[in-house]
């Protein structure tokens, strides 16, 4: 594609992405249902304005690295560690239930095991940004309820990244004789190794937090450059994703994503981070991530759902009943009310960012093709609309009975 061509590709992208994603905002849903929804109106399967393209891809695959360090910027390690039984419960069943139906689905339609355990991932997602905004809607973010999905949904993403993994790994042995349960377990093994360093790490930032206070912040005060924390950030997380991927071999979002987890706003002082936060946030919602989420709905084929309907609509319907009722399980049994219970199964149902950026990379790296990539976006983008619309009733029960 032509630099021309390229920009104006761009342009309009960005347009039609601004336009549709406000339209969601007001509507009080996640700005990624109108983004995607410009990709699929702009693509080629309505007005053909823009195609899918190999400098397209180049831009979505950075989209990908800022999506994976904004969401690893967003949590915090000690929430994570004081999550307790309660929120790996909730999790864990939320996680496990709609793999388990996925799986099964995938397998019975004549998909192979790599491809199945690969389906069942992606309808076992809960995006955590998605999660978030919906809970900031609702003013329900710093409540028990919502320091529960929260914490649930981060340990889902994990689960995600490590299963991911697991996945690419036995992917890249396609055809090649190998023992199934001893890949998945080297595997296992090398992302337990990687994620306990980045913890440890981060528990020795905190230790020594004063001795790296006083360096970090003598240090930061003799910089010149403008915006040097911001390369200095970039540069760090450029290389733990390179060790990830080259050295220990997962793939370079979970460095990534690590990577802006243990980022300590003591080191390169408050203002900083605050500082660095929001340059990352600005690039990436507003222009990364829209491009991203265009792309996706550019490359999504519309044929091939068509040609495949029975699977389409069972894969969606077992998406939503296991993922409803994975959640609402989990939830009774960490001892939250009836209208609790449903309240966080149907905003957990949202799928979002996360299923996007792992279905992406799983078209990718080939583990699936476009018809199962076209599918399982799509449920996902119906499945985020259905979360703040379903979960509503609820939540707004649940507040009335606080009130009164």
Known sequence: MATEELFISVVIILVATRILGEFSQRFRMPPLVGELAAGIIIGPYVLKLVTPS???NVISDLAVFFLMLLAGLQMDPREIRKAGLRAGILSAIAFSIPYIGGFAIAYVFGLGLVQ???VGLLLSITAVPVTTIV?????????????????AAVINDIFSLVLL????SLNETSGVPVNIMEQTINTIIKVSLFIGGIFLVDILFRKAKFWFQRRGAYFFEKLQTKEAAFGILLISTIMVSVIAQVVIGLHFIIGTFFSGLIVYKEIIRKENFERVYGIISAITFGFFAPIFFAVIGININMDSIVHNIPLFI????VAVVTKV???????RLIK???DESLAIAFIMNGRGMVELVIAAIG???GVIDITIFSITVTIGWITTIMAPILSRPYVMKIKSQTTN
């Open 54 to 56: 190999a400098s397209l």
């Open 116 to 118: 199945s355990m690969f």
């Open 336 to 338: 939250f009310s009836k």
């Open 314 to 317: 069972i894969l969606g319907i």
């Open 135 to 151: 809970l900031m809607q609702f003013g329900l973010l710093e409540t028990r309820l919502g320091n529960t999905i929260i914490t």
């Open 165 to 168: 993994s697991i996945v690419l």
């Open 363 to 365: 078209l990718s790296s």
């Open 325 to 331: 009722g994975g959640g609402y399980i989990g939830s």
